[in-house]
């Protein structure tokens, strides 16, 4: 599938049966937001800068309550559980239990901090929340190919910007 935007004010949707045009009034009920382009019935939709604003876009910013509530469960988390040399006891920490509730508006905090050199635990949480791993095996025990792993997951989901 290869998603092209068309230099005119019409979106072009190309898949691997056929194409069609589709105008940037037109509703976009069914699409969902996936490998950063719009999805749905068969088709990827590309949908340049110029006309956004005829689209409704999940936003993928966390709010500022959001944020302040991961940092001060994040810091509860370290401080509690920084002696700590077992994963399982660091996970099943009821911080970190916190943070998986908060869902998907949890994800981009998450790769914010899978981004930090050096990386905390924070992979059992995003598989946890996304039901995705994409750590590739040869990488376990290897944090750092670990977090590029999940970098590059979140680069693909339109999660982090390129």
Not at 2 to 23: F, G, H, K, T
Not at 64 to 85: G, I, M, P, V
Request: net charge negative; charged share 30%; glycine share 6%.
């Amino acid at each position: 599938m290869n998603p092209q935007v068309c230099p005119s004010q019409e979106v072009r949707a190309i898949d691997d049966r056929e194409s069609d045009w589709l105008r940037a009034s037109e509703p976009f009920c069914d699409f969902e937001r996936t490998a950063g382009q719009f999805s749905g019935a068969g088709y990827a939709i590309l949908i340049d800068e110029p006309f956004r604003e005829h689209f409704s876009f999940p936003s993928l910013e966390p709010s500022q309550e959001d944020r302040k509530h991961f940092q001060r469960a994040a810091a509860e988390w370290r401080n509690d559980t920084r002696h700590l040399s077992r994963v399982s006891k660091m996970i099943e920490h009821p911080a970190y239990r916190d943070i998986i509730a908060m869902g998907e508006r949890a994800i981009p905090l998450l790769l914010e901090e899978v981004q930090k050199d050096p990386p905390d635990l924070w992979f059992w949480a995003l598989s946890e929340i996304t039901g995705e791993d994409p750590i590739d095996p040869s990488h376990h025990g290897d944090i750092k190919a670990m977090a590029s792993d999940w970098i590059e997951w979140g680069k693909a989901g339109g999660y982090i910007r390129h």
